[in-house]
């Protein structure tokens, strides 16, 4: 009976053991630290961690009021109203596995990050203008975005959707670009690369579709363009005369300066 109720005693201690060492032998700081450090170091794209107001919670959870982003030292990415859950299990490989949810600007994100060198996230109806890294490309625009962001070893995949799509103005230089409302595409982050592999866009206008690299913020880009005839102004008409491929599709180099890295 003795050695039972020690047992017992065991067992019920270790919880409460465990629980302790979270909030008493671990100082915020230092998991504040850790976090940024798993984020930053999460293969060889150059990302920047900064929390503010981060507080533990029970049983592993952590809270915090903004985690900042940075692509080498261009603001990228700013998630507010955080919680995080940490799984201990991962921490005795030393290794740092998190479930997250948050917001940017009113839409939501929910992933999970196994650090450094995995990932997912997805992102539901966010404003374009509430990504800080749209403004560092210089487009003026607005609607709501939802993504799928995978990151492996040391590359970032994103898969997006913009259906409501209001461009005012742009740095890229795209025949009738305001005249596109609804962009879905593919790309991917490695190092001071980003390869489009397909950008779709669709208005009233036509089709067009973007391929191609950007390069330490240097565009080598294509612009497939399948306008629709009877839509066009004689002035457009006019200007895309000379990329003509074949009747009704047109291919347009993009190339010059749009990041600054």
Do not use: C
């Not at 005693?9 to 850790?34: M, Q, S």
């Not at 984020?39 to 990302?47: E, V």
């Not at 997805?122 to 890294?133: N, R």
């Not at 200007?239 to 491929?245: C, E, P, S």
Request: positive net charge; charged residues 25%.
């Amino acid at each position: 009976m003795i050695k039972l109720r020690n047992i017992l005693y065991a067992v019920t201690g270790i919880p409460v053991f465990i629980i302790l060492i979270w909030f008493f032998a671990i100082p915020d700081n230092l998991l504040k630290d850790k976090i940024e450090d798993s984020i930053s170091r999460s293969g060889k794209i150059k990302i920047t961690a900064s929390i503010t107001g981060l507080r533990k919670g029970l049983f592993f959870n952590v809270y915090a009021d903004r985690l900042d982003l940075k692509i080498d030292k261009t603001p990228a990415l700013r998630i507010t109203d955080i919680s995080v859950r940490i799984n201990p299990l991962f921490l005795l490989k030393k290794q740092f596995a998190v479930s997250i949810k948050g917001k940017i600007g009113t839409g939501n994100i929910n992933g999970s990050f196994k650090l450094p060198g995995q990932g997912n996230m997805k992102i539901d109806k966010v404003e374009i203008d509430a990504l800080p890294y749209m403004t560092s490309i210089d487009i003026k625009s607005n609607g709501f975005i939802s993504a799928n962001l995978d990151l492996k070893d040391d590359t970032m995949h994103v898969i997006f959707e913009i259906p409501d799509l209001n461009i005012q103005d742009s740095i890229i230089m795209i025949p009738f670009i305001n005249s596109f409302h609804r962009v879905q595409g593919a790309l991917s982050l490695k190092g001071n690369t980003i390869k489009v592999e397909s950008i779709g866009l669709e208005g009233e206008k036509g089709y067009a579709r973007i391929k191609g690299e950007i390069t330490n913020g240097s565009m080598n880009l294509i612009l497939e363009l399948m306008p629709s005839a009877d839509e066009l102004e004689p002035v457009e008409s006019m200007l895309i005369g000379k990329y003509q491929i074949s009747p009704g599709y047109y291919v347009i180099p993009i190339k010059g300066s749009v990041l600054k890295f």
